[in-house]
């Protein structure tokens, strides 16, 4: 049967062959020591590998069951013993001298934990690399004060690999750092001269998958003498305790990957090492060595390339952050103004306006779209206005973290194929979770040309069940592809800069919260205090009032007939103000319970109560032609109905009240709205409102006519009606033309 080769694209596969190994637990090791697995706590041997003949002169099965004591003296377990229970590194070798027969030879050993076993691993040295590693440390001291006195990441990366390669004598030595997408990039490189260079190319991240990065963040060291090697199998197969494959994570001589030999030997490497390179506990790069025959590193000078990787690792950071500082500190500098505008503004808008430009300095960016208390503002080069509220919606429906970024928004948002120009890049940032308030900022496309190691498509070999076996590239060949849909990628320091501004914005915005509540609270104390003001002045007023009301009526019974026609108009006069003034106090007074009494909230047939109040202003006004149309099927409205009556009393009379044609009609309309909200409409055929006085026209006490005409009035009805509709949480506002009608508009939720 034919095997078919193809092309497999990342749309065809989601996990290819290399992540699902399991390179952890190979069941075997290199050829170039033994492993030997012990038994707490008499150290007994249970595990062995199958090439101890070679190295202790001593049988496999012979040495299983033993105890340790069979190869070791006391003194040497005493040692293993101490190194255990220490705060050790497991690659730090213990030397052992071990009789194999006629002749004692020494390893180098290294011993660690691992599923309630000891791995005891042994690697021959020889004796003369002892005498010499003086000489090491000279030189690892040179290397460490240049590596301390290097500039920038580009000079530290440089003198890493020279040293390296001048200690080892690899044929290439390379730093080969990872990018957000677990690509990765040779940054720097040394080499034999008639090598092909590798500087500057990039490898998929399926090249590096990420079982295998996973144990290069844990196992910082691992070298391979001889790729074609072949492995020694581990006796018995399988961990006696567990009857499980033997987790050889942290082993030295852990066998390697079958496809990461073939892709060894497909670049023409005989041996390599790696060393891993970590930023803050991740692993952010190796140092990669290659070599085009047999090579063995003895442990000593591992040593010191691990110790150089180490060293390195710890001025990663430092050099990272010392490139660009000039940029940094410029970013620094706009920052700081930007919070400085913001803490002076009222809103977020404003601040924003007053920012300007600076708003897309502090990230770098070239547009930016802020909305913030429902409103939008564009700075910059943005897009189409019809184009910005479906990103926005994807942004609240998608993002679920505070900030966000992307070099290439068209890879997750298509819809931004169409301005890619201008927004390829996108960094966002919610500013307020509950109000979902957003910056958006934008990058626009970069053309790259990225310079791979041959093809990073991986070839497939498409099996006789249909399954895809990924298969190790066999070319790396310099292949160039264009990159498209591209921003500039953000930077952490501009990322860093956005968080700061949320912070900076969040500090702010808490200030100003903590002195609207004390207002606020000083405003209710203020409007209690009012309140028992009112109540307090107007029932004591009442009585007085009563009096004189009282004793005038009394004088206009008792002396009307023996009073001039004056003093009659005076006593009448007396009696029309004093019940105008007992008016003005009952409505005070029932202002100002409105302020404090509990709301009695239920369901309101609002028909009925149309109905009931209709009615009442028909009887009461029996010589005029009232027409009250009332739209059928009115609403549920949920509130106090005793307060509701007062609303719709007061709007339906004042629409009879306030109108000089011989017919008089009242429409009672009703519209539904988004959620659970309704508007109620009442419309008249009256004098109307000047639009002058719409504004005012619910303040305490204004009348917009003389006292004397349509029939007068205290100047507080809508007053009333306007804070019975505020306690009941809705909206109150009207419509006029004057001279021809006036119609109100009430929102408030149905039942």
């Known amino acids: 049967m034919n095997n078919k080769i193809e092309i497999i694209t990342a749309d065809k596969v989601n996990l290819t062959n290399c992540d699902r190994e399991q390179i952890h637990i190979p069941g075997s090791i290199q050829p170039h020591g033994v492993l030997l697995v012990l038994q707490e706590p008499e150290l007994d041997i249970i595990q062995v590998s199958n090439n101890t003949e070679e190295w202790l002169n001593v049988l496999p099965e012979n040495l299983l069951n033993q105890n340790i004591k069979y190869l070791l003296e006391p003194q040497q377990i005493d040692s293993i013993r101490n190194s255990l ?3 050790f590194e497991y690659l730090s070798p213990l030397k052992l001298s071990i009789k194999c027969g006629d002749e004692t030879k020494l390893f180098n050993s290294i011993v660690h934990h691992n599923n309630q076993v000891i791995i005891l691993e042994l690697e021959p040295c020889k004796i003369e690399l002892e005498e010499d590693f003086f000489q090491f440390y000279r030189l690892t001291r040179h290397t460490i004060t240049r590596i301390q006195k290097s500039a920038n990441l580009q000079e530290l990366c440089s003198i890493v690999v020279k040293e390296i390669r001048q200690l080892t004598g690899l044929d290439r030595v390379m730093i080969y750092k990872f990018h957000a997408d ?8 040394d080499k034999q001269e008639e090598l092909e260079s590798y500087l500057g190319l990039h490898y998929p991240a399926s090249d590096i998958p990420e079982s295998s990065r996973h144990l290069y963040s844990i196992n910082y060291l691992r070298i391979i003498p001889d790729i074609n090697y072949q492995p020694v199998e581990l006796c018995p197969k399988n961990n006696p305790l567990t009857n499980q494959p033997l987790d050889l994570s942290f082993s030295v001589l852990r066998s390697v990957s079958p496809i990461h030999i073939e892709y060894l030997q497909n670049m023409g490497v005989k041996a390599s090492m790696s060393i891993s390179l970590l930023k803050e506990g991740k692993l952010w790069g190796l140092i990669a060595c290659h070599h085009y025959s047999i090579k063995y590193i003895p442990y000593d000078l591992r040593t010191v390339c691990d110790f150089f990787g180490q060293v390195m690792s710890v001025h990663i950071t430092t050099k990272e952050e010392h490139d660009n500082l000039d940029y940094k500190i410029h970013l620094k500098s706009i920052q700081s103004q930007v919070i400085t505008a913001i803490s002076k503004s009222e809103n977020l808008l404003t601040a924003f306006t007053n920012i300007g430009e600076k708003l897309l300095t502090i990230v770098g960016a070239t547009g930016a779209i802020i909305y913030a208390e429902g409103e939008l503002q564009k700075i910059g080069e943005t897009f189409k206005d019809e184009e910005i509220e479906p990103l926005l919606n994807w942004v609240k429906t998608n993002i679920k973290t505070d900030i966000y970024h992307t070099d290439s928004l068209p890879k997750v948002y298509p819809p931004a194929n169409k301005f890619k120009e201008i927004a390829s890049g996108l960094l966002v940032l919610e500013i307020t979770k509950v109000q979902k308030n ?72 808490m200030r100003k919260m903590a002195k609207l509540a004390e207002i606020n609270l000083e405003l209710e104390q203020s409007n209690s205090d009012l309140d028992s003001f009112n109540y307090i002045a107007s029932h004591d007023l009442k009585e007085p009032l009563r009096g004189i009301h009282n004793y005038a009526t009394f004088l206009m019974e008792d002396y009307g007939e023996i009073l001039e026609q004056d003093g009659r108009q005076k006593l009448e006069t007396l009696v029309r103000l004093t019940q105008r003034m007992e008016d003005l106090i009952n409505a005070l007074l029932f202002l100002s319970r409105l302020g404090r009494q509990a709301l009695h909230k239920a369901p309101i047939n609002l028909n009925e109560l149309i109905e009931n109040v209709s009615e009442v202003i028909r009887m009461s006004k029996p010589n005029e032609s009232i027409e009250i149309i009332k739209m059928d099927n009115l609403p549920i409205i949920y509130g106090d109905k005793i307060l509701m009556e007062e609303v719709f009393s007061n709007l339906i009379n004042n629409a009879v009240k306030y109108n000089k044609k011989t017919h008089k009609t009242v429409e009672i309309g009703y519209k539904k709205t988004e959620g659970s909200t309704c508007i109620i409409s009442i419309k008249d055929n009256g004098i109307g409102i ?62």
């Not at 677990?182 to 490189?189: L, R």
């Not at 497939?460 to 076996?469: C, L, N, V, Y």
Request: net charge neutral; glycine share 12%.
């Open 182 to 189: 677990n690509s990765g990039e040779v940054i720097a490189e």
């Open 438 to 509: 957003y910056v958006l900022w934008f990058r626009p496309e970069v053309s790259q040309t990225v310079n791979w190691a041959g093809n990073p498509q991986k070839h497939g070999k498409i099996e006789s069940d249909g399954s895809i076996t990924l298969l190790p590239r066999k070319s790396f060949a310099k292949w160039l592809e264009t990159v498209e849909c591209h921003s500039l990628p953000w930077q952490s320091y501009e990322i860093e800069g956005a968080q700061e501004l949320k912070s900076a914005i969040l500090g702010i915005l």
């Open 85 to 87: 229970a220490g705060d």
């Open 690 to 751: 000047r639009e002058k006085h719409i504004e005012t026209i619910f303040k305490l006490f204004k009348r917009l006519h003389g006292k004397d005409k349509f029939g007068g009035g205290t100047g507080v009805g809508l007053t009333i009606v306007k804070k019975i509709i505020e306690r009941h949480g809705g909206e109150i506002w009207l419509e006029s033309n004057y001279g021809e009608g006036t119609t109100f508009y009430i929102k408030l939720s149905e039942h």
